[in-house]
């Protein structure tokens, strides 16, 4: 069995080096209650970055010398746990190995059938899914005929995000870095304008010309001078929602920018940033939203799929490049 643990904290944007391949022969065994797991697909997330860091956040930090852990979806290959069969899939947060032993706390079973990937699981009817149904709906209060701007607008939450949007009947508009990932967002998840912020000279004035009628709404997951440039839009009332900011995610400075409450101030705004797990109660229902417009084809989705568990901390690195679209995956 192989597994990856965190080398050395980051400084700056990771590297390959911060990583640690230890490889193990042995039987795993189980006792009464554990379940034997082989790993089939590995989500990697901008967040995982913050954790890499020995400082105070909303979980604690990875340890030096200890597995990395995130979203898995996992096969049951042996178990003395009556919760779960062998040959069950189950979902939750697990090691970076390429088998583990669990008592079984934490994890979903997951039905193959139910979804058109079993790795939809770690998107759109997983963790993706439902921060960007609850942060959009919980936060953003939706109302049809408002105008919504989604930074990161081509990566996996920023294109749910859009969609859902769409469906409550907002007009949508994505920021992005490429033209090729702003074509998708308009050709496939029906957003009506985009941006690319690397070939646009003047952000403030781009976005004013795309949402002539003001920003109601801002899905923020990128912060830095993108997300100062649509403070010079947003409307009165406006509800602003912080989701993440992985345009500063690597900085070895602390970062320095627009002062905001003066927009907040005389807009009357929110601003309010949140964690997926604060809306834990409200998941059963997120999830049977999301799948029912998935199945009704009123949401799409797009991965990344990476092959290979060795390559699991260049999937991770490569997010900060922007070369993902959609949803970063390995396929182990």
């Known amino acids: 069995m192989k597994t990856i643990v965190l080398k050395s904290r980051p400084e700056g944007q990771p590297t390959l080096s911060n990583f640690e391949f230890v490889e193990e022969y042995k039987t795993l065994t189980i006792a009464d209650g554990e379940i ?6 590995v989500s990697v997330d901008p967040y995982l970055r913050g954790r890499m860091n020995d400082a105070k956040s909303y979980v604690p930090p990875f340890k030096l010398n200890e597995p990395v852990h995130s ?4 096969k049951v290959l042996e178990s003395k746990n009556d919760k779960f ?14 088998q583990q032993v669990s008592n079984g706390e934490g994890l979903n079973k997951v039905d193959p059938e139910k979804a058109p990937l079993i790795s939809t699981y770690l998107g759109i009817l997983g963790m993706t899914g439902l ?5 959009l709906t919980e936060i953003g209060k939706p109302k049809a005929g408002e105008t919504i701007v989604v930074s990161g607008a081509a990566g996996a939450v920023g294109s749910v995000v859009g969609q859902i949007a769409k469906i409550l009947g907002l007009r949508v508009i994505g920021i992005a870095g490429t033209d090729e990932k702003i074509d998708m967002l308009k050709s496939k998840f029906g957003f009506d304008e985009g941006i690319n912020y690397n070939t646009t000279k003047d952000m403030k004035s781009a976005i004013a010309e795309a949402a002539p009628n003001g920003v109601d709404v801002y899905f923020d997951n990128v912060g830095g001078p993108i997300s100062d440039a649509v403070m010079f839009s947003i409307n009165q009332f406006a ?8 345009s500063v995610y690597n900085n070895t400075e602390l970062p320095t920018g627009l002062s905001v409450q003066p927009f907040l101030v005389k807009n009357s705004a929110l601003m309010q940033g949140f964690i997926v797990s604060n809306y ?9 939203r999301l799948s029912g417009w998935l199945s009704e084809n009123k949401l799409t989705y797009t991965e990344t799929i990476v092959d290979g568990f060795d390559n699991i901390p260049q999937a991770f690195i490569d997010l900060f490049e922007g070369k993902n679209k959609g949803k970063m995956i390995v396929k182990i």
């Open 36 to 41: 034997l797991l082989e790993v089939a697909y």
């Open 71 to 74: 979203g898995v979806v996992a």
């Open 85 to 98: 069969q062998v040959g069950d899939y189950v979902s939750g947060m697990l090691n970076w190995s390429t």
């Open 131 to 135: 921060t960007a149904y609850l942060g």
């Open 239 to 246: 509800r602003i929602i912080i989701c993440g900011a992985i």
């Open 280 to 288: 834990a109660e409200k998941f059963p229902e997120a999830i049977q």
